[in-house]
């Protein structure tokens, strides 16, 4: 073998070393899956390595990096695109552009991202937020807001909501020519803990008249006090988001300052004081047998009443909509809830599901048993479309 052969094979080697993950036997698409694993660890580590550099944070790299799948908003022969405010509150707005005799569907979605990153312009939301509208024949609406870390809590939160509260107006339903009965609040990730969050707020605000039909969350993030359930231990190096990442954006959404992070990722950040919220979120109560696995529940895990003092966010149920109590959650509309096997976020969303299910609410849940965090973002995966369809099939005929 000739030198350059040598070195070639050689960096080969850290190649597929570096681009290799192990991934169960039930994936499909597995050589895709490292591809784009591969792009995303890539950014990642630059991101962090500029950091070290104090270059620039690392979210501002990671948005700089997503922004390149912006898209504008154009029409095409079936839906109108338009991009407008509601409140000045940016958002992109998906009409299908055949006349209806009836009033429409509507369905008001928040895009994904750790509160950090993402906007309702990348392709794979437009996309999406099309098929939605063309297919259900319904107006959709498309909600940016201000994002960390720039921005932290209450800001996206209070973006959403007041974009929302605009839309579930009679007078902008009109103009919309939506049908006040039949409007689905949806989102995910990120999303889906803001959509959760905003669903539960409408029930006590009494300025809002309408009744929200359908909560739909994909892949929520729906608590802030353990990041040490069985799905955060087992998936902490799953594709696409590890629990380090969501650590950080947890933490990012809340503040700034790093010594969070450091506290979570040792999940202490909440102290001995609040030990009556974990009732709310405890796994052991509230997972399926089956999620438990070997997993021992410890309640040991108290921090220090610093942390949890200067971010009074922790305990807020606006940040952790499992921190409801059941008077609130028995009031909630019908709500579509979907899990994939390999994910952090996986436990946050089956907790929800008992937790609604045990005071009445109807609840279809989809677990997806090969499926990783993000698949609904992954359009041109074959089981990104596949999940997508079936989403969509049920939202036609629940909504
Ligand atoms: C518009 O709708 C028609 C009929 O359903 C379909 O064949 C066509 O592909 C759609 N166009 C776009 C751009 O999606
Ligand atoms: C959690 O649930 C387990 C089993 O149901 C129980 O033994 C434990 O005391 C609970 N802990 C908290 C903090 O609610």
């Known amino acids: 073998m000739g030198k350059k052969s040598f070195y070639v094979l ?16 039930n994936f499909e698409e597995p050589w895709k899956m490292m591809w784009m694993n591969t792009k995303m660890k890539t950014f990642v580590h630059l991101a962090t390595f500029l950091e070290l550099l104090g270059i620039k944070h690392f979210m501002d790299s990671m948005m700089i990096a997503m922004s390149i799948r912006e898209v504008p908003p154009v029409s095409d022969e ?21 006349k209806s005799k009836e009033l429409r569907r509507a369905v008001f979605y928040i895009h994904g991202g750790g509160w950090c990153l993402g906007s309702a312009a990348l392709y794979n939301y437009d996309m999406v937020s099309r098929w939605t509208a063309d297919r259900l024949d319904a107006v959709f609406i498309s909600t940016n807001y201000r994002l960390a870390p720039k921005y932290h809590f209450p800001i996206q939160f209070e973006d959403v909501y007041r974009a929302l509260r605009w839309f579930l107006r009679i007078e902008v339903l009109e103009q919309y020519g939506v049908n006040p009965e039949r409007i689905a609040i949806s989102g995910d990730s990120s999303g889906g803990n803001l959509a959760a969050a905003v669903v539960q707020q409408l029930l006590d605000d009494p300025d809002v008249k309408i009744k929200i039909k359908i909560q739909s969350l994909i892949y929520p993030a729906l608590q802030i006090l353990d990041v040490h359930t069985p ?31 450091k506290a979570m990722l040792l999940n202490q950040h909440v102290s001995v004081g609040s030990s009556h919220l974990f009732k709310f979120v405890n796994w052991s109560s509230l997972l399926p047998e089956k999620f438990k696995k070997g ?30 109590d059941d008077s609130k959650l028995r009031n909630l509309p019908l709500t579509y809830i979907l899990t994939c096997q390999y994910d952090v976020l996986r436990d946050d969303g089956l907790m929800y599901v008992t937790r609604l299910r045990n005071v009445g609410v109807q609840v279809t849940h989809h677990h997806v048993e090969a499926g990783f965090h993000g698949i609904f973002s992954f359009i041109e995966f074959k089981m990104g479309s596949r999940i997508i369809n079936q989403y969509l099939s049920w939202l036609n005929n629940n909504l």
């Open 78 to 98: 079936n839906v109108t695109v338009t991009d407008t405010t509601f409140n000045d509150i940016p958002v992109r707005v998906f009409v299908p552009t055949r």
């Open 10 to 25: 050689i960096v080969g080697v850290l190649v597929a070393y570096y681009a290799y993950i192990p991934l169960p036997e």
């Open 295 to 324: 997993y021992v529940y410890k309640n040991k895990m108290y921090g220090s009443s610093e942390i949890t003092k200067k971010y009074p966010a922790l305990l807020d149920v606006k940040v952790s909509p499992l921190l409801a």
């Open 231 to 261: 799905s955060y231990q087992e998936n902490a190096h799953a594709p696409s988001l590890s629990k380090s990442l969501m650590v950080r954006f947890w933490s990012e959404y809340i503040t700034t300052d790093r010594s969070l992070e």
